[in-house]
């Protein structure tokens, strides 16, 4: 039976590493200890920070919620309970979106929960 070599294999292993390590700064780009170890915690924190992502643009929809339905003589929090009190079951990511795309539409949708 022929020697089987692993070059091919660790190759592709450090390739693939500093591959996933371009655009890095100093040797974390090209030396493969620093490069594994800064490829590893790029990989931790795009893990955590897709859960992050969804928290921050929560509260972005929030403020500019908030933001719109001050100028009606609303909070955020008064808006929220009368849209809740009267069934409407937009969410915070479309309400938002009005607000900034849509004026006149988020005003019938603030004038419709100011008649209750």
Known sequence: ???AKTTVASRK??????????????GKKNLLKTAKEA???GMQYSYR?????KREFRKLWIIRINAAVRPY?????????????????????VLAD???SDPIAFQ?????????
């Open 13 to 26: 292993r450090r390739k693939k590493i500093l591959k996933a390590a371009k655009g890095y700064w100093g």
């Open 49 to 53: 920070d897709r859960r992050v992502k």
């Open 73 to 93: 003589g609303l909070s955020y929090s008064r808006f929220i309970h009368l849209l809740d009190k009267k069934e409407i079951g937009i969410n915070r990511k």
């Open 1 to 3: 039976m022929p020697r």
């Open 108 to 116: 019938k949708i603030v004038e419709s929960v100011q008649k209750a």
């Open 98 to 100: 009005l607000a900034v």
């Open 39 to 41: 490829v590893e915690k």
